[in-house]
């Protein structure tokens, strides 16, 4: 498996996502759903872990003004949990 692919694809679907959808569906797909998955296939898997921080850079190169406005939208609980995946202190959303 290639998991550089994986994540690349997952980028590429969340422009077509946010033409269509806007951003908040955009962030959703890409950051609390297809993020999350692939940071836990990372925990079991050496491949996908060593793919995580090229993958987390890619989230935050999109927009970071528009994506830390997204994690200060989300519930408190998923919102530290994406905060400890992508090293952004509370204080900062």
Same mark, same amino acid.
């Given at each position: 498996?290639?998991?550089?692919?994986?994540? +690349? +694809?997952?980028?590429?679907?969340?422009?077509?996502?946010?033409?269509?959808?806007?951003?908040?569906? $955009?962030?959703?797909?890409?950051?609390?759903?297809?993020?999350?998955?692939?940071?836990? $296939?990372?925990?079991?898997?050496?491949?996908?872990?060593?793919?995580?921080?090229?993958?987390?850079?890619?989230?935050?190169?999109?927009?970071?003004?528009?994506? $830390?406005?997204?994690?200060?939208?989300?519930?408190?609980?998923?919102? !530290?949990?994406?905060?400890?995946?992508?090293?952004? !202190?509370?204080?900062?959303?």
């Amino acid at each position: 498996m290639q998991c550089h692919k994986v994540w +690349k +694809k997952q980028c590429q679907a969340t422009r077509s996502v946010r033409r269509r959808f806007g951003l908040k569906s $955009a962030l959703d797909y890409l950051v609390s759903e297809k993020l999350l998955n692939f940071a836990e $296939a990372a925990e079991k898997h050496p491949e996908f872990a060593a793919e995580l921080p090229r993958f987390q850079a890619a989230v935050w190169a999109s927009s970071p003004y528009e994506f $830390a406005g997204y994690l200060a939208s989300l519930r408190p609980t998923t919102r !530290r949990k994406l905060q400890r995946l992508l090293y952004v !202190r509370g204080s900062a959303c």
